[in-house]
């Protein structure tokens, strides 16, 4: 059997402690029933303590398969499909809602005229302009992925992911039944509709940020499989059950969840521009209403990992100890010259005498831990170039289509292209490319994928910005152009389909470097760090909504194109609930003050 280092890449870290070194942790009916066998995909079927880890030869030479997903695996995509049709069908409509004023000859609830008079209009109710839209939808956006870092933090030191979970579904209700009241038709025609609106989109955002820094993360927790573990198929083909491709598959399976839900946009497309908001805000929250029901029935079956205590403040006290003592250089270049400056075992070395535990509070492993964050972390920062290719800066696309020929077609219907293309291409990627590629032995690294998808967003904005300088028979001034635009709006499926397939390659791509490669006790706040990419996009539109309007509407596409083109083993499940801490050790047993002092 190999040591752990030999293929320490593949098990980076997959336990949110306490679990057993098989997998999730011994329940009493187990602990019964010796013969428990877990089932795993492609007929495999085994019991993990009976299987050896493979040797460095085995792993480099045999084909690596994803575990089954167990039925409270399976709940988690659901309630994520539920959580983000609720999500996407009321956030596809805001921009309309927001910019659109109400369509002459329409019924007051923001829907279009009847017949020929309604066949190029918009819905709309505010009227506030493409300016004033861009700045509450991507407010919102930021909200809504700012947010998480707070939910990250409290799941992982205070709640647990199921508690913060179960406070998000919470928020969010009240926020959907708040949000129909700015669309009712007497409220739009008060002119107070914009208050009550911003109330409950706020609400809705602190809901998400709830949710979804834990939904993930949780359910790469129920993967019964935390080591690599040589196995037989039934084909008699011997192969490694393998904890990277079991994160991975879960992950790809979570993100068509998540599109398959973004897809309800169509139906709220349709509501707002044939009968009005009102309809189009209630019935994403009547879909939201699955959430609870679904997470009562897995309550049992989940495994609920505790919440780790107070590693955030642990971490800062690191960070700061990190700067009061090490020069800008060394922070610049970072390496071990720069987090040695923090492992108690270099300043013991460096001073001639032992630590002062109440002063620092932690050993060598946790710097490590920490280390490893902030590596994962890095590769974050590129994400927000991607999203701002991903659906445009700002409002721009929205004010686009606008000016479009419809025929009769909401003008944001469109963008469900988006999770339709992510629907049909995930498959084809997760049990086609990728199987394949394992099976020729051609490697695909994240960087890779991250880069794929990147090159994908490049050409998407270059196709974007030819349609939006042949988009306006005004030239320049494209979105209030008196004269509606021959161009058809199909023409802008391109700008949705591209950068969707692109998503898989990025966004996954990230789910899955910040749940394998962060420390037990930071999943949630590594993975809000995900989630906080698009905070910054959203930051950065909100910043540049003046140009998001004509005669500038052409240079985002542009900028977004060549921005694009530029990026081209914590197993020990004690340390993992912090109780291998110099002051944990020393509250559970004050006789071991003194070797611990020696740190």
């Given at each position: ?146 947010i998480p870092i707070f939910g990250g933090i409290v799941a992982d030191t205070r709640w647990g992911r199921f508690k913060a979970i ?434």
């Open positions: 059997m190999c040591s752990a280092a030999a293929h320490a890449q593949a098990t980076i870290d997959y336990e949110s402690a306490p679990v057993n070194p098989g997998g999730l942790p011994i329940t009493e009916k187990e602990k019964e029933d010796s013969s428990s066998v877990v089932a795993v995909d492609s007929g495999l079927h085994f019991e993990l303590e009976d299987y050896p880890e493979p040797t460095e030869e085995e792993f480099a030479t045999l084909r690596k398969v994803p575990a089954h997903m167990p039925w409270a695996a399976i709940a988690m995509c659901l309630i994520e499909f539920a959580e983000r049709a609720s999500y996407y069908g009321c956030t596809q409509v805001f921009a309309n809602f927001v910019r659109g004023a109400l369509p002459a000859g329409g019924n007051g609830a923001g829907a279009v005229a009847p017949g020929a008079a309604g066949l190029n209009q918009s819905a709309g109710a505010l009227g506030l302009g493409s300016e004033a839209a861009t700045a509450v939808t991507q407010t919102f956006t930021f909200l809504a992925y700012c179960c406070v998000g579904t919470a928020i969010g209700a009240i926020a959907h039944v708040l949000l129909v009241v700015p669309a009712i038709p007497s409220v739009i025609a008060s002119g107070h509709a914009l208050a009550p609106f911003i109330i409950a989109f706020i609400i809705l955002a602190f809901a998400a940020g709830f949710i979804k820094p834990s939904l993930a993360p949780l359910l790469c927790d129920q993967s019964p499989v935390k080591h690599p573990r040589v196995t037989t198929t039934k084909s008699g083909e011997r192969v490694i059950l393998d904890p990277t491709a079991t994160v991975q598959r879960y992950l790809l399976i979570f993100y068509f969840c998540i599109n398959v839900g973004a897809f309800f946009g169509l139906a709220t497309s349709y509501a707002a521009h044939n009968v009005g908001f009102w309809l189009a805000f209630l019935t994403p929250g009547i879909i939201y209403m699955v959430m609870p029901i679904v997470l009562v029935g897995a309550f049992k079956r989940l495994y609920k990992a505790p919440p780790q205590g107070s590693v955030v403040l642990e971490a800062s006290h690191v960070v700061k100890y990190l700067f009061n003592r090490a020069t800008f250089k060394s922070w610049w270049k970072g390496g071990d010259a720069f987090w040695d400056h923090a492992k108690p075992s270099a300043i013991a070395a460096s001073t001639g005498h032992p630590v002062d535990v109440s002063v620092i509070n932690w050993d060598d492993k946790f710097v490590d831990e920490l280390r490893q964050s902030f590596s994962a972390c890095k590769v974050f920062f590129l994400i927000p170039i991607f999203n701002l290719a991903d659906g445009g800066l700002g409002n721009s696309e929205n004010a686009m289509s606008a000016s479009m020929t419809v025929n009769g077609v909401p003008n944001d219907l469109l963008n469900n292209f988006n999770p339709l293309s992510i629907i049909v291409a995930t498959p084809i990627i997760t049990y086609g490319l990728y199987p394949m590629l394992q099976k020729f032995n051609i490697p695909f690294p994240a960087m890779w994928r991250i880069a794929v998808g990147f090159l994908l967003a490049s050409i998407n904005m270059i196709f974007g910005a030819v349609i939006q300088w042949r988009t306006s028979p005004c030239g320049y001034a494209a979105s209030t152009c008196a004269t509606v635009s021959p161009v058809s709006l199909w023409w802008q499926i391109p700008l949705y389909t591209l950068p969707a397939v692109g998503e898989i390659f990025v966004n996954v791509t990230s789910y899955e470097i910040a749940y394998t490669r962060a420390p037990a006790r930071m999943k949630g706040l590594v993975y809000s760090m995900v989630l906080f990419t698009s905070a910054l996009s959203s930051a950065l539109s909100l910043a540049l909504t003046a140009v998001v309007d004509d005669p500038f509407l052409i240079w985002p596409h542009e900028t977004d194109m060549n921005l694009s083109l530029s990026p081209v083993v914590f197993n020990d499940t004690e340390r993992m609930e912090g109780k291998q801490q110099p002051t944990a050790i020393v509250a559970s047993d004050p006789e071991k003050t003194s070797s611990t002092e020696k740190i």
